[in-house]
């Protein structure tokens, strides 16, 4: 499966953002999906993830009740809606898709190029 990451920018903070992934080439629903993220100078961290009919989803204490993940499988894409964003939310954003629903990137299988937030103060 191809994934395509989108709804990068700059932005300030407390400004909401969404961002975008969609999947092509391969059954979208049978994918459990997760948005993880690499910071300048930072290992790459889970994010938010979503089982595969949307039911069941996860977030880092970092982000739990800004960010809200969701997934529409009838348009094959997974979003995540980043609201009140701070400094520390700078990062490139990736997708990804995989059979296991686990916070270790390790465990997904196809990943998405990418997508730059970058939050000015």
């Known amino acids: 499966v191809q994934l395509q990451a989108s709804g990068g920018g700059l932005v300030q903070v407390g400004d909401s953002l969404r961002l975008s992934c969609a999947a092509s080439?391969?059954?979208?629903?049978?994918?459990?999906m997760g948005w993880f993220r690499r910071a300048p100078g930072k290992e790459r961290e889970s994010v938010a993830r979503?089982?595969?009919?949307?039911?069941?989803?996860r977030y880092a204490d970092s982000v739990k009740g800004r960010f809200t993940i969701s997934r529409d499988n009838a348009q094959n894409t997974v979003y995540l809606q980043m609201d009140s964003v701070m400094p520390e939310d700078t990062a490139v954003y990736y997708c990804?898709?995989?059979?296991?629903?686990?916070?270790?990137?390790?465990?997904?299988?196809?990943w998405g190029q990418g997508t730059l937030v970058t939050v000015s103060s």
């Open positions: 990804a898709a995989g059979y296991s629903f686990s916070v270790y990137a390790a465990a997904y299988d196809y």
């Open positions: 080439g391969g059954t979208f629903s049978s994918y459990n």
């Open positions: 979503i089982s595969r009919g949307g039911g069941t989803t």
